[in-house]
C-alpha cells in the first residue's frame, strides 16, 4: 500500500464499495455518503485526493469542492458526474478541480486519473522541499542578539510575506543594509524570482535612466545595437534592490515614482508599454526629509518607496552585540585562513568596547579579517586590530605622557584635530622614511600591517586638492 489517503464521497452505495474494492490495498480510504460528512472528517484523516460526486443530496459537489479549496487550495479533486452533467463539470474545472470521471465508472480510467493526481502531488511536495533547501542555502546569515535587532528581524519576518509592498531601509554604512534588503528577498513569495541589485550612485546621472528601463536599439549614439534590456524588466517576479536611493538625481526620481505608481514604463526611445511586477527594497544612509527640505528629494517619492521602513541602529547603538560579532569574525577568519588564534586580549576587548565604529559591522568585519591574517599569535592584541595607543606594550599600563597645549574656554574639535594630527605624523614619516613604508612604520612605532592600513585611509580621504597641500608639506618639511 502506498501512503496516500482518499476520500470517496457519493451516495451511491454501489459506486462507494466498487471503488473501494479496486482500491483499498492501494490506497487508505475513507468513503462517505454526503459532502457534510467528509468535511467534518477532513481534518482528522487529511487526504491527499478527493473522489467527489457532484449530484450529491444536501450540500452538492460544487459547493462542496469550494469548501474543500478554502480549507486546502493544493487539494486535487477529482470530480464524478453522470454524462449529461457536462455544463456543472466545466463549472467545476473552473473552481480548480483536477479532473473528472463519468458515470458509469471504468475502474481503469479512474486508476490512470488516480495515479496521475497522485503524481502531481508528489512532484509539488518534491519541488517544495527542493525550494526550501534552496531558500536555506541562500539564506543570508545574522548575528546580532541585541534587543533592537531581534525586533528588527521579527519586523523584517513580518513584511516579508508581502511579495510587493517597498520597503526603505534607513542606517549609517556598514550596519547590513544589503542583507536586510536580501533576507526580504528571501523570505517573500518572490523568492525563486531575481534579486537584482542597482548601486543608484554609482551609475552616472545621464545613464540612469537607460540602466533602469533599458532602451530600444538606436535609442542615442553609444547606445547597443541591439537596444537592452533594464534592470526593472530584469528583476520581473523578484526583487529590485535599490542601494543609495537618495542619489538620484531629480529626474530619475520623477521617472522611478511613474514606475512605481503602475508598474509600467516605456524603454528609452520604446514606444511601447511594458509592465513589471517587482518588489522594490531601497536603502539609504542619506537624511531624505532633510533632502526634501532642501528640495533636492521629491515628498511623493520618499512616502512612495517607504511604504514601510526599517531603520537599522549603527554598531554603537547594539553595543551588546559587539563582543558576539567579535567572536563570530575571530571564528569565520580563523577558518578561512587556517589560524588557530586563541581568542582576544582583555585590553583589545575594552578598545572594542570604546572604538567609535563609523564605519559599522563593516569596519568590524575588515579588522578582524585583516588582524586574523596577520597576528602573531596565540591571542589577538590591541596592535594586532590597529586599535588605541599601544606604543608603551599591550598590557603595560603606563600612559606615555606629551605635551600638549592647554585646552581652551573655546574647546577643541578633538576629532578634526586627530585627523589633522595621523595626516600631519604620517606624511612626515613617510617624507623622513623617503617612502619606504617599514621604515615608516618604525617611525611612528607601529607594525607594518597597521601603518599600511591607516595610511591607506587616511590617503582615501583626501580630497585632491588636500593631497597638493600634503605633497607641498612633504617638500617643504613640514
Ligand atoms: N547582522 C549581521 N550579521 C552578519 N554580518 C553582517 C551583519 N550586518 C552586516 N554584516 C556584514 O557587514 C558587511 C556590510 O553589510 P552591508 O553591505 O549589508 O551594509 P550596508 O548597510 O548595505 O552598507 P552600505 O550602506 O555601505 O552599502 C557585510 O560583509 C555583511 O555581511
Not at 623622513?432 to 597597521?450: I, P, S, Y
Amino acid at each position: 500500500m502506498t501512503d496516500y489517503t482518499l476520500f470517496i464521497v457519493d451516495d451511491e452505495k454501489t459506486i462507494r464499495e466498487g471503488i473501494t474494492a479496486c482500491f483499498e490495498e492501494d490506497y487508505r480510504l475513507f468513503s462517505y455518503m454526503t459532502a457534510e460528512d467528509a468535511l467534518q472528517n477532513l481534518e482528522a484523516h487529511d487526504p491527499d485526493l478527493v473522489l467527489l460526486d457532484i449530484g450529491l443530496p444536501g450540500m452538492n459537489g460544487i459547493q462542496a469542492l469550494q469548501e474543500l479549496k478554502a480549507v486546502n487550495p493544493d487539494l486535487p479533486v477529482i470530480m464524478i458526474t453522470a454524462y449529461e452533467d457536462i455544463h456543472s463539470v466545466i463549472q467545476c474545472m473552473k473552481q480548480g478541480a483536477y479532473d473528472y470521471i463519468v458515470k458509469p465508472l471504468q475502474m481503469e480510467g479512474l486508476e490512470v486519473a488516480i495515479a496521475n493526481a497522485l503524481e502531481t502531488i508528489r512532484l509539488k511536495k518534491e519541488i517544495k522541499s527542493l525550494q526550501e533547501k534552496l531558500i536555506r542555502k541562500n539564506m543570508p546569515f545574522f548575528i546580532g542578539e541585541s534587543q533592537v535587532f531581534r525586533d528588527i528581524l521579527d519586523y523584517v519576518e513580518k513584511v516579508a510575506k508581502s511579495p510587493d509592498t517597498p520597503v526603505l531601509i534607513i542606517g549609517e554604512t556598514g550596519t547590513g543594509k544589503e542583507l536586510i534588503a536580501n533576507t526580504i528577498h528571501h523570505r517573500s513569495p518572490n523568492f525563486s524570482g531575481p534579486f537584482i541589485t542597482v548601486n543608484c550612485a554609482a551609475i552616472p546621472p545621464n545613464l540612469i535612466e537607460s540602466e533602469l528601463f533599458g532602451y530600444e536599439k538606436g535609442a542615442f549614439s553609444g547606445a547597443n545595437a541591439g537596444g537592452k534590456k533594464g534592470l526593472i524588466e530584469m528583476a520581473d517576479k523578484g526583487t529590485l534592490f535599490l542601494d543609495e536611493v537618495g542619489d538620484l538625481n531629480l529626474d530619475a526620481q520623477a521617472k522611478l515614482l511613474r514606475f512605481m505608481e503602475d508598474g509600467e514604463f516605456y524603454k528609452v526611445g520604446g514606444t511601447e508599454k511594458k509592465r513589471v511586477a517587482t518588489r522594490i527594497v531601497s536603502a539609504t544612509n542619506k537624511n531624505l526629509e532633510e533632502m526634501i527640505g532642501k528640495d533636492t528629494y521629491r515628498r511623493d517619492l520618499f512616502y512612495r518607496i517607504g511604504v514601510i521602513k526599517i531603520q537599522e541602529p549603527s554598531l554603537k547603538e547594539r553595543d551588546d552585540d559587539i563582543l558576539i560579532f567579535t567572536r563570530y569574525f575571530l571564528q569565520m577568519f580563523n577558518e578561512k585562513f587556517d589560524r588557530s588564534l586563541t581568542g582576544i586580549s582583555q585590553t583589545a576587548l575594552e578598545l572594542l568596547k570604546t572604538h567609535t565604529w563609523e564605519g559599522n559591522v563593516r569596519e568590524l568585519k575588515n579588522m578582524m579579517e585583516r588582524a586574523v591574517l596577520t597576528a602573531a599569535g596565540p591571542e589577538l592584541t590591541s596592535e594586532d586590530l590597529g586599535l588605541g595607543d599601544f606604543s608603551a606594550g599591550e598590557d603595560a599600563g603606563d600612559i606615555p605622557h606629551f605635551d600638549l597645549a592647554p585646552l581652551s574656554p573655546k574647546g577643541v574639535d578633538l576629532n578634526a584635530m586627530r585627523t589633522y594630527m595621523d595626516e600631519f605624523y604620517f606624511s612626515q614619516a613617510m617624507a623622513l622614511a623617503k617612502g619606504n613604508e617599514t621604515r615608516a612604520a618604525r617611525l611612528l612605532n607601529l607594525k607594518h600591517h597597521a601603518f599600511r592600513y591607516q595610511y591607506k585611509k587616511i590617503m582615501g580621504r583626501r580630497t585632491p586638492e588636500n593631497q597638493e597641500t600634503a605633497s607641498e608639506g612633504n617638500r617643504n618639511g613640514i
